[in-house]
């Protein structure tokens, strides 16, 4: 019990002790110069009193992003290729995130939607034996078009779809052409036997 009184002691003389104030003092002055140094090495690594403002990269192509990214320092990512859009030029950006005038630092990644170089292509379905309007509305809702024209053969069923044409060629179902392709359907006229 002794010993224990008299480490007891002995601690406590050396809590009241100057080398026990100088130590304490000393690791505090390191402290505080371990923040402030940390802390102005985070903010020269992270350029944290950069910005640039993000450009305006639509309807840019792959050259140009490249240039103009090269050129602010930013690097980029094609994410995606939407879904054609005639209204851009093909393989142009469509989208971009951040977006145009947000701020960003030095070597920051651009995700990029590029359009398509064309419409995605579509398996023509087999409509034989369908109405006029089944016909239409099926394609349409593929998105096909359907042409205004008509052709007609002789056959028992009258606007009986017969067959499909594109470009003036019959084509088979299973063929795979464009969306948007306009299409022709070819009809039975309703005087065959």
Same mark, same amino acid.
């Given at each position: 019990m002794?010993?224990?009184?008299?480490k007891l002691k002995n601690l406590l003389q050396f809590l009241k002790s100057k080398t026990f104030f100088i130590q304490i003092g000393i690791a505090i002055v390191s402290l505080l110069i371990l923040v402030f140094v940390l802390q102005?090495?985070?903010?020269?690594?992270?350029?944290h009193d950069q910005k640039i403002q993000v450009p305006n990269l639509h309807k840019m192509s792959l050259s140009a992003v490249e240039k103009k990214l090269d050129e602010l320092n930013l690097d980029?990512?094609?994410?995606?290729s939407a879904t054609y859009n005639p209204d851009y030029p093909k393989k142009s950006v469509i989208e971009q995130n951040p977006e145009v005038g947000d701020f960003v630092k030095e070597k920051r990644k651009l995700y990029l939607t590029l359009n398509p170089s064309k419409y995605r292509d579509i398996e023509v379905p087999n409509l034989n034996g369908r109405t006029k309007r089944q016909a239409t509305?099926?394609?349409q809702s593929q998105g096909f078009i359907v042409g205004?024209?008509? !052709? #007609?053969?002789n056959d028992i069923g009258k606007d009986v779809v017969r067959g499909l044409k594109y470009?003036?060629?019959k084509i088979t179902p299973g063929t795979k052409l464009p969306k948007?392709?306009?299409? !022709? #359907?070819i009809l039975g006229d309703g005087n065959g036997n």
């Open positions: 002794s010993n224990f009184s008299e102005w090495w985070l903010g020269v690594t992270t350029n980029f990512i094609i994410i995606d509305t099926h394609l205004k024209e008509v !052709t #007609l053969v470009k003036g060629e948007k392709t306009t299409i !022709t #359907l």
